[in-house]
């Protein structure tokens, strides 16, 4: 999905970000990021996370290895996603973290908060 806000004073800020969620095995979701997680667009990036991590899902991997922007607003969006598999204690990790994620979760300590792996294939074996 695409999101264009309104313009301001004439200029127009073009954010691009997408979100697809997809069952590896029962119960098994990897949500696939992609873009900017920005503020234009962290409500779609909230709404595909909450769509995930809930019942009856049993394990839900977070691929932004295609995220090419997180601004603070998009660490929000993977803390809200670590807090809601907390809350329903369905297990959660990112999966393909570059620089672009990574260096935020770093500058703000909370890389380790996460289980962070390579690939997906990785993480099943692993969890």
Do not use: W
Not at 65 to 80: K, Q
Not at 114 to 126: P, V
């Amino acid at each position: 999905m695409t999101s264009q806000p309104e313009p301001r004073d004439g200029d127009m800020i073009k954010t691009t970000f997408a979100a697809v969620t997809e069952e590896l095995e029962p119960g098994v979701l990897l949500v696939r990021m992609s873009g900017e997680i920005d503020i234009a667009s962290t409500e779609f990036a909230a709404e595909a996370i909450r769509a995930a991590v809930a019942p009856p899902a049993r394990l839900v991997l977070i691929d932004v290895s295609a995220v090419t922007f997180c601004s603070s607003a998009g660490l929000g969006n993977l803390v809200e996603a670590r807090n809601l598999a907390g809350r329903h204690n369905i297990p959660l990790a990112l999966v393909g973290v570059g620089r672009p994620v990574d260096r935020p979760l770093t500058v703000t300590g909370l890389g380790g908060q996460f289980r962070i792996y390579g690939t997906a294939a990785e993480a099943l074996a692993d969890l």
